[in-house]
C-alpha cells in the first residue's frame, strides 16, 4: 500500500480509501467480477445499438449508439485484462470490506421496495422502508424512528405530490380523499 495514502495496513476506522493512490498495483476483492460484469453490459449494449439500424451508414441512426458502445466495449475489455494481471489484496475480503452484510441487506431492502410499490402504493411502501432503514441504522428508540420517518415521509410526500403535483403510486391509501381534505382547510371547506 503507497505510504502516502494512508500509512497503516488496516483501514477499518471509518475513512474511505476511494481516493486514487489507493491500491495501485492490486485488484481488490470483487473488482475482476464487476470488471467482466461491466464489459458484458457494454457488450450487450452494442449488440442492441447495431440492432438499431445495423452498420448501414455513418449518418445512420444507430451510427452514435453503436460508436459509444464500441468505445464502452473496447475500454471495458482494457479494464478486464489490467485487472487480471494484477494481483489480489491479501488484508481484505469481499464481505467484510466490499459488500458487507449491511450492503447486502439494503440492496434486498430495494428490491422489496420496488416489488411492493405497485400493490401498496408510495407512501406505505416508503414508511415500511423508512422505518426499517432508520431503526436499523440509528439504533434509536420505537419513538425516534417513527417520528422521524414518518415526518421525513409527511415531508416527502407534501413536497412531491401537493407542490410538485407528481402521480405517485396510490395503492392502499386513499390519497384523493387526503387531498380534498387539504384543499378544503386551504380554500375554506367544499363548495
Known sequence: MDPEFRGDSDHHDGTSDA????????????ELVFALFLTAASLGLLYN????????SLSSAGSVPMAVTLAMSISAIVIVIRTARRPMV????????ILP???LFFI???VVFSVLLKPLGFVP??????????KLLA?????YTLSISLGSLFVIWVTFRVVFTVLLPTGILPEAEFLQFFRNLTVGGPS
Open 101 to 103: 452484510g449491511t450492503a
Open 90 to 97: 491479501k488484508t481484505e475480503t469481499l464481505s467484510k470490506d
Open 19 to 30: 481516493i486514487p493512490g489507493g491500491y495501485p498495483k492490486q485488484r481488490r476483492p470483487g
Open 49 to 56: 445499438a447495431y440492432g438499431i439500424a445495423g452498420f448501414e
Open 139 to 143: 439504533r434509536k428508540s420505537w419513538i
Open 108 to 110: 434486498a431492502l430495494l
Open 125 to 134: 411502501t416508503a414508511a415500511l422502508f423508512l422505518i426499517v432503514s432508520i
